[in-house]
């Protein structure tokens, strides 16, 4: 078995490792945004889907001999495929600059395209491989149990998880991670060779692989194959649904993304590493109990505090999986369905994937798949105990489970089902696409004279508008006249001539407010829900139509849309450009590296000033833009401005020039905070290293 073992463990390590490794490659390429994560998660099903379904056809040849020519036939294939984009492309998986997506339309389809050309066919076969060498061990060793291989992968793919961003991430650059993958993966490619060899050695087995298919064996029911779908379905839902909640509802930190995953594969190992880890009535009484603990977190979100919050829906979560996958182990089939099992636990995981990314933001405008799929586990622990129906002085014990579980199950339901109808009241408006779900709040009903709208993006503010007519025009929020942009943008030496703005994110459009009659401000802005509602979609916001000056929106990621402009030789010459992305905790490190730096530079005039705002919860910018003012010889300022009951929210502001008479005006001069003797050092961010570990508060 320690040579299958070897194999499985490097497959499942392998796969695991390339998941978030070409998630951060190409997340720069659709906004940076926390739902790339999500819809890779379900390209990578998909195609973890088809891998188990070509094992289940291979295993299902007769004879050795084939199996062992047609997948050898793979393996060459994609090692001859390693080799010819190692000469073509940067790395063997680095996509090429031309499969950038041009427009922001259709992101999931782009997004898929752009995984299937870079890494579809590794993904693919490392995916096969744990079937496929369980349904070969089994054929070698017909008296062992195979399923002792899939703890085996499951723990290859939590090391390879967990040692991406604590090891790999910190230490290598992504073109050295690239290649570090590939040498990798064409180690596999001689493993999984040997494998094959080994099968096209066996003409003398195929006999005796014969007789033992003539073995007669119970054939799973439907039953049986509707639990082996349902029950991973659930799973994947929940942890795709967990992680969209903490991510955007909760605290939208990325690198929370990793701790449900892991949860969820840590539930796969144990539960298929023998009987000993799972037992019904232990994680039945948990789950009751986190359930409880989720529904008083919904009631009263402040009372627990962020890390308990997180903690209660990761706890929860792995209960949760504990239970599918624990019930999922039991059905567990005789090793000649064995692929047959695993192909049809892929699909389940896939619907559920498809379920949470696809459906759920069509169907619903605020994040409720967790309280369904919550709801759905209850009643397949409904459905699981009802099957058992036994008999004798055992029927009444089942009785009583079977109704406690049912009343509980429609217990919660009735209280996550008011939930979702009651939260769904409580915003003016809400939209959901693939960047996330939009809110439009009223602010203050009670007091007309600062009664206002405020939209937000999970837990983000994008900023608000005041409806007393004689305060519509007023900046509010992170981009009053005191913060750092206001001072920028009222003293720049230029102020009232026709300046040229320029700006990164649109949010309601809140700077539009300080336009002159003379002046140009230009938006960029990935998410089209965004836009329509800074134009005045609903009639909640007015600043774009209300703006003295000329407004102009580009609609696509602001730094690809940038490069494009600089290609096309039409550099804006802007006075004073405007990063305002970096407030939400799920940051779009692209915009903040030195080749970011490189293309802004391009387009602003001579003493132009780059303006960056930096107000995060969790994460420390300063250092970084600090050092990027240092590696371009810039002149930097930070400016804090503090939060009053009315229009203004604590915000912290990095002015950056090479003019160092701009920020050594009184009015700016006089409000900078000096640079700190303590300020952490962290490396120059480049598109080929950053770490998000160094720079948390």
């Given at each position: 078995?320690a ?8 497959s ?5 490792q390339v ?5 951060k ?11 790339v994560?999500s819809?890779?998660?379900l390209?990578f099903?998909?195609?973890l ?20 020519m047609?997948?050898g036939?793979?393996l060459?294939?994609?090692?001859f ?12 998986i680095?996509?090429p ?9 259709r ?10 050309s ?7 076969l490392?995916s ?8 070969w061990f ?7 149990s195979?399923y ?28 050295t ?16 060779g040997a ?15 014969a ?20 029950l991973?379905?659930v799973?994947?839902?929940l ?21 449900p ?26 789950l ?14 402040p ?15 792995w ?10 182990a039991?059905?567990q089939?005789?090793?000649r ?21 696809l ?32 008999t004798?002085p055992?029927?009444?014990?089942w ?5 406690a ?10 209280i ?12 003016r ?15 203050r009903?009670?007091?007309?004279s ?6 937000t ?22 981009f ?12 720049y030496?230029?102020h ?5 703005i ?12 300080y336009?002159?009659?003379e002046?140009?401000?230009?938006f960029y802005e ?7 509602l ?8 007015s ?12 609609e696509?990621d ?11 030789g ?29 293309v802004y ?9 780059l303006a960056l705002?930096?107000t995060n ?11 990027l ?27 950056l020039?090479?003019d160092p008479?701009?920020?050594?005006q009184?009015?700016?001069a006089?409000r900078a ?15 080929d ?9």
């Open positions: 078995m040579y299958y073992a070897i194999v499985v463990f490097l499942a390590f392998l796969l695991f998941e978030p490794l070409i998630g490659i190409v997340l720069p390429w659709f906004g940076g945004t926390s739902s994560w819809a890779s998660l390209f099903q998909v195609l889907t088809s891998g188990y379904a070509y094992a289940y056809w291979l295993a299902g040849r007769p004879r050795w001999r084939k199996q062992g047609v997948h036939a793979l060459l294939l994609s090692l495929l390693l080799l010819l984009l190692a000469f073509s492309w940067d790395t063997p680095t996509p600059g031309i499969l950038r997506p041009t427009d922001p339309t992101p999931i389809g782009r997004l898929f395209l752009v995984l299937l870079s890494v579809g066919l590794p993904f693919f490392l096969t491989n744990s079937p496929l060498m369980q349904a089994s054929r070698d060793c017909p008296e062992c195979p002792p291989l899939y703890a085996v992968s499951n723990a290859g793919s939590l090391a390879g998880l967990l040692s991406y961003p604590f090891l790999i991430e910190p230490l290598l650059t992504l073109r991670q690239a290649w570090a993958w590939s040498l990798g993966y064409l180690t596999f490619i001689l493993c999984a494998a094959v060899v080994r099968t096209l050695r066996r003409r003398a087995a195929d006999r005796a692989s007789l033992e298919e003539m073995t007669p064996v119970s054939q799973p029911g439907p039953a049986v194959r509707l639990l082996w779908v349902a991973p379905a799973a994947s839902a942890l795709l649904a967990t992680t969209s909640h903490i991510t955007q509802e909760v605290a939208p930190v990325p690198l929370l993304w990793v701790l995953l892991a949860l969820y594969l840590l539930s796969f190992i144990l539960c298929f590493s023998g009987k000993r880890w799972y037992s019904r009535p232990v994680f039945v009484l948990g009751a109990v986190g359930s409880a603990f989720f529904v008083w977190t919904l009631a009263r979100p009372a627990l505090g962020l890390i308990a919050q997180v903690a209660v829906y990761c706890l929860l979560l209960i949760a999986c504990m239970f599918c996958h624990g019930e999922l039991r059905l089939p005789h090793p369905y064995l692929t047959a099992y695993y192909l049809l636990m892929s699909v389940g995981g896939a619907l559920g994937g498809i379920a949470v990314s459906l759920a933001p069509l169907l619903f405008r605020g994040y409720w798949e967790l309280h369904l799929g919550l709801l759905a586990c209850w009643m397949l622990l409904w459905i699981v105990i009802a099957r058992e129906r036994p004798g055992a029927r009444l014990r009785s009583f489970r079977l109704a579980v049912g009343t509980l199950t429609a217990l919660l339901g009735s996550l089902l008011t939930h979702i109808d009651e939260a769904s009241r409580i915003p408006y809400a939209v959901r696409n693939f960047y996330g779900v939009l809110r439009v709040l009223e602010m009903s009670q007091s007309p600062v009664r206002g709208y405020q939209l993006h999970g837990s983000t503010v994008h900023g608000f508008q005041l409806l007393d007519p004689g305060q519509q025009d007023l900046p509010t929020a992170y009053t006249e005191r913060s750092g942009i206001g001072l920028a943008l009222r003293y030496p230029r009232g001539g026709g300046l040229r320029g700006i990164l994110g649109l949010g309601i459009g809140v700077l539009a407010a336009a002159q009659p002046d140009t401000i230009r990935i998410n089209p829900a965004v836009i329509a800074a134009r005045g979609e609903g009639g909640f916001f600043y774009l139509a209300r703006c003295r000056g000329r407004v102009e929106i580009v696509g602001a730094r690809i849309s940038l490069e494009r402009e600089l290609r096309e039409q550099p804006q010459q802007y006075d004073i450009l405007v990063l305002d992305v970096f407030s939400g905790d799920a940051i779009p490190v692209h915009l903040l590296t030195r080749e970011a730096f490189q530079l391009q387009h602003l005039r001579p003493h132009g000033v705002h930096i919860r969790y994460l420390d910018l300063r250092p970084v833009v600090w050092g003012a240092d590696h371009f010889g810039l002149h930097a300022a930070l400016i804090e401005s503090q939060g009053d009951e009315e229009r203004a929210y604590h915000a912290t502001w990095m002015l020039t090479d008479a701009f920020l050594q009184p009015e700016i006089s905070t000096p640079r700190p003797d303590d300020l952490r050092r962290v490396p120059l961010w480049t598109d290293y950053s770490n998000l570990f160094r720079i948390l508060k």
